[in-house]
């Protein structure tokens, strides 16, 4: 097991805690970890090794380094993890009610879009400088 | 020696076997025909929401044992293929290779062929429609009507009608989801207008059954669509294939890929691959039927011919969609209780004399939303909570326009050295038609926006990505080399019919799939005729 591999101890977790708010149960993790074996090449580079062993050791600034790629790196290591954990996690009766659309007021939809959006903004604005600094750091 | 070989078992191959066998001529089918054996039995015939909360091994189907249902990595599958359709393509990137870097071709060695994943949307093809063709809408009448008791189509009378045509006999709609009602309902409010702009709108025409029909159906409401074929409900060839079975003159043999024929006197030879034995075998017929899709049976043509490198024109249906916010269902509830076929269709006839656009209007849930998060420019967790809210108001416009042959559309067979032959696809569009797409789309996105949907963002998925192909071997009224008569005879040949979509000259923006059927009907009676 090397650190920013699938394999990780706490990996799981930490992406299921950032996703639903909730710990990976075992099956979740061993299955998180062989769809990652299965769908991503073993040849990412250091750049982004470094950035998703950063965000393992910095839990606090997962959601602003997603964020932040989501703009600037769409295809990069961690967001594909991460993304990987939300289709393995959508496809649990546990996480399933978390992924379904759910009905809202009008106001209900209304805050909800300002509220992401503003949170989008200021993820942006800590993750694109904490982005320049991962990727320079050691895998 | 039997009557007839009838290659494929797609929706072209099962209906131009139909009359066939119904007019007592011995029939043998050769097909690869691969199926899903691993997926199928693990659906439960429950509804999307029920085997959400309850069922945990739904990962394997929604996901697939290899993870093919994440749509990004080094598994590839076509974006519209999820992994209980993904059999549907199984097999063809080392049986049928293609080339083709700026179309995104699809074939199938499907039992079904490509309709086993079909969206089951229905439309006739007038008079304009057929111009290019030998054939009057009247001419297709009769077969458009077997075809539909056949199948099994479900509609209303409605707005539509003018251009997608009367189907005999029609069930009850599927009732639509609250979204699609909340359109409708907006539609009916302002169809003067819009009808005057040349914008028309209604309950999507499919095949499915609405009520028990054939043995099939009534559908369930289960919003599974796209990875079951619950009760039978949706049509599938395979249904008419199954039926076929119990008549004693017909025979399938799977696993079998055509290669080639030779006409001899009397009939035809065909040179077919045992994919069980590894053997090259020999079938002879009196008359043989090429229905393998348009790009199986200009592969089976050209290398018979031994016209490698030889162009044939293309058509292809060219394809956007455009996700839309529907302000309409603001504040409402969803039903739980809806299918995931399209909801609604619309016809857009914009000024400057363009061909007609069509519109399916689908809604998205079952398709699963982690999909959605790939491509949003916001973090995992915020576009969760973003799509969470949005999606029970977020419609997908699917907007197909009309395609016609011209020199930058073809494909050719090039031969594969020691594997097999490969086919080349050329296909890029005119300035002109590029323009003409775009007013057609701002026409439809017009008219949606009077209906209260906004559009988000235009798709453009790539060339082929409609996977409706035509024009390769067209009919024609005084057929030269490589095209075929009305009743799809191929030039010089006196024992080859074609009898799938190789067949039309260009493609209205309509679905082709209902005419493919009525026209492969209309052929196999002919052909019937001819050797009884």
Known sequence: VIPGSPDSPGEADLLARYLIGRAAPAEVADRYARACRVILADDAGAEERAIVAFSLRHPWALGALDGACALVRPGALLRRRILIMAAVLETTPMGAALFLPRARSTLGVVWTVVRVGVTAVFHAAIGLPLLALAQRGRS | MTDVIVVGSGASAAHAAWPLVHAGVMVRMLDVGNTDRVYAPLIPDRSFTQIRGTDPEQHRYFLGDQFEGIPFGQVRVGAQLTPPRSFITRGTQELTPMDAPAFSGMESLALGGLAAGWGAGVARFNDQDLASTPLKAKDLEPHYRAVEERIGVCGEDDDLSPELGVHEPMMPALRPDTAAAAILARYRRRRTGLMGEGFRLG??????????????????????????????????????????????????????????????????????????????????????????????????????????????????????????????????????????????????????????????????????????????????????????????????????????????????????????????????????????????????????????????????????????????????????????????????????????????????????????????????????????
């Open chain 2, 203 to 532: 309950l999507a025409r499919l095949a499915a059954c609405s009520r028990p029909h054939r043995e099939r159906g009534p559908h369930p409401y289960h919003d599974l669509d796209f990875w079951a074929d619950q009760r039978r409900a949706v049509y599938r060839p395979r249904w008419t294939l199954d039926e076929l079975g119990a008549r004693p003159n017909v025979e399938y043999l799977a696993s079998r890929l055509v290669l080639s024929f030779r006409e001899k006197p009397g009939g035809v030879e065909i040179a077919a691959l045992n994919l069980e034995s590894g053997q090259k075998e020999t079938h002879e017929a009196r008359a043989l039927v090429l229905a393998a899709g348009v790009m199986g049976t200009a592969r089976i043509v050209l290398r018979s011919r031994g016209l490698y490198d030889h162009p044939l024109p293309l058509a292809a249906n060219p394809y956007c969609y455009a996700p839309c916010l529907n302000l309409g269902m603001l504040g409402r509830e969803p039903i739980e209780s809806c299918h995931s076929l399209s909801q609604l269709t619309a016809t857009v006839t914009p000024r400057h004399g363009d061909r007609p656009a069509f519109v399916s209007v689908y809604s998205y849930r079952s398709l699963l939303t982690f999909k959605l998060l790939k491509d949003a420019p916001l973090g995992a967790r915020a576009g969760l909570q973003m799509f969470r809210a949005l999606l029970p108001m977020m419609n997908i416009l699917g907007i197909h326009h009309a395609d016609a042959p011209t020199p930058a559309k073809s494909i050719t067979l090039c031969r594969g050295g020691t594997g097999p032959d490969r086919l080349a696809v050329r296909y890029s569009l005119g300035e002109e038609q590029t323009a003409a797409m775009q007013r057609a789309e701002f026409a439809v996105l017009r008219g949606f926006r009077a209906l209260g949907c906004y559009c988000v963002s235009r798709i453009r998925p790539g060339h082929g990505s409609s996977i409706h192909y035509a024009g390769t071997l067209p009919m024609s009224r005084t057929p030269g080399d490589l095209q075929t008569d009305r009743d799809g005879r191929l030039a010089g040949q006196e024992s080859v019919v074609i009898a799938d979509g190789s067949l039309l000259p260009d493609l209205p923006a309509k679905g082709l799939t209902l005419t493919l059927m009525a026209n492969a009907d209309r052929i196999g009676t002919r052909l019937a005729e001819r050797l009884l």
